[in-house]
């Protein structure tokens, strides 16, 4: 897959794409990220990417044709999808984040100031993402955790996948709580399931684990998935969102 980044800052950006997961990827051949500056699109002899909004107003807007000139020059299919990482976008998913990971090739445009004039978004971006419900001052940030969302998702590039499946939001719960050894820290013991070699036993009690901790923390996310009756009863015991 190949990620083009449209950024007025690509040092935010690149030094995370050199370590870990996705420097893996990139080295594997399984990611290719390219970063480019807006800057080197200016088309005027200052070499200007921003302008006073029409209309007055604070703050200053990214032009169109530096824009217009980046996203020609990286000549997009008919089918590349061009994001626009802005706090107006719909919420960047898990979702989300694994259906792009099935596009070859994916444009993102990070905003700056007070965002970018509305023709970019009229005629060029296809999609727009937001990470969060708050502001950051540019999308550097939000484009580099879509590139690291989609990049450990990407196949092959988790070295155990099943790693990946049983992340929080995978199957729409949380995830279970893990230990490691001792199985006794100061006299806090790691469940004793977990040490009984029961395998069955040991994959109830992770999704009861993740079942309870989504039903306390995000009980929006059980909404979205069918229970079973099992489910349901094990929720309605008494004890069910002790410790979380
Ligand atoms: N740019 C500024 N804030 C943002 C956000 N929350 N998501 C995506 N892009 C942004």
Redesign the pocket.
Known sequence: MKIDVIALFPEIIIPALRVSILKRAQDAGFLTVNVHNLRDFATDRHQSVDDYPYGGGAGMILKPEPLFAAIRALSPESNTRVI????Q?KP?TQQLAEALSLESHIILI??RYKGIDERVRQRLVTDE???????????E???L?LIDTIGRVLPGVLGDYESAQDDSFSQQLLDHPHYTRPADFEGMNVPEVLLSGHHEKITRWKYEESLRRTAVRRPDLLKEIELTEEDTNFLREPNASEGI
Request: charge should be negative; proline fraction near 9%.
């Open positions: 626009y990482l802005t706090p976008g960047c990070c905003g993402i937001s990470i969060g419900d708050y502001v950051l001052s540019g999308g940030i939000p484009a955790v």
